[in-house]
T-cell receptor
Framework: GAVVSQHPSRVICKSGTSVKIECRSL??????MFWYRQFPKQSLMLMATSNEGSKATYEQGVEKDKFLINHASLTLSTLTVTSAHPEDSSFYIC???????????FGDGTRLSIL | AQSVTQPDIHITVSEGASLELRCNYSYGATPYLFWYVQSPGQGLQLLLK??????LVQGIKGFEAEFKRSQSSFNLRKPSVHWSDAAEYFCAVGALSFGNEKLTFGTGTRLTIIP
């Protein structure tokens, strides 16, 4: 149980393109979803937290106009990287939790490469 | 603010040998503590968690961890490692923030298994 699906697993696109990443909880309703960014050989850095039906809460230093997050339902959250540039290339991982005192369950990540 | 330190960047052990991965945390209240494992190019899988109660926590794949408040530690152990345990291991501390539990990750320990 507690499966989180993330799609696509890999994206390669040109600079200036906007890229949408989907995160779905397949067998539970996720009240909260989280988006992380991971640079090579580094730890995960939380970008934002989203609750279903409300605006995402962004961490300090994360541009909300650059990284658009939508959490329209209890099973789906999307991260859109707008006008992506090479410095946005990274590994993006989502996670989902179904309530307080519940651990986060992670997707398999999306490798984003901007040329 | 909470923080997590994993002092060992890389550990190499022989297959069948015992393993201990160190984790120290800093948090003002009783922490929620987690160990996750990440295989290359993939998301994170929860190994075990500590919320309260028994300080020795059993997880999946034969792993266990012990919470020691006096040492602010949550070390991960396994009595006999298998080649499939080679991966990156992350310790994390959870804290409530605006009603959501945010995770702060350590920098990870890369585990290499030699035959």
């Amino acid at each position: 149980g507690a499966v989180v699906s993330q799609h696509p697993s890999r994206v390669i696109c040109k600079s200036g393109t906007s890229v949408k990443i989907e995160c779905r909880s397949l067998d539970f309703q996720a009240t909260t979803m989280f988006w992380y960014r991971q640079f090579p050989k580094q730890s995960l850095m939380l970008m934002a937290t989203s609750n279903e039906g409300s605006k995402a809460t962004y961490e300090q230093g994360v541009e909300k106009d650059k990284f658009l997050i939508n959490h329209a339902s209890l099973t789906l959250s999307t991260l859109t990287v707008t006008s992506a540039h090479p410095e946005d290339s990274s590994f993006y991982i989502c996670s989902a939790a179904w309530g307080h005192n519940q651990p986060q369950h992670f997707g398999d990540g999306t490798r984003l490469s901007i040329l | 603010a909470q923080s997590v330190t994993q002092p060992d960047i890389h550990i190499t052990v022989s297959e069948g040998a015992s393993l201990e991965l160190r984790c120290n945390y800093s948090y003002g209240a009783t922490p929620y503590l987690f160990w996750y494992v990440q295989s290359p190019g993939q998301g994170l899988q929860l190994l075990l968690k500590y919320f309260s109660g028994d300080t020795l926590v059993q997880g999946i794949k034969g792993f266990e961890a012990e919470f020691k408040r006096s040492q602010s530690s949550f070390n991960l152990r396994k009595p006999s490692v298998h080649w499939s345990d080679a991966a990156e291991y992350f310790c994390a501390v959870g804290a409530l923030s605006f009603g959501n539990e945010k995770l702060t990750f350590g920098t990870g320990t890369r585990l290499t298994i030699i035959p």
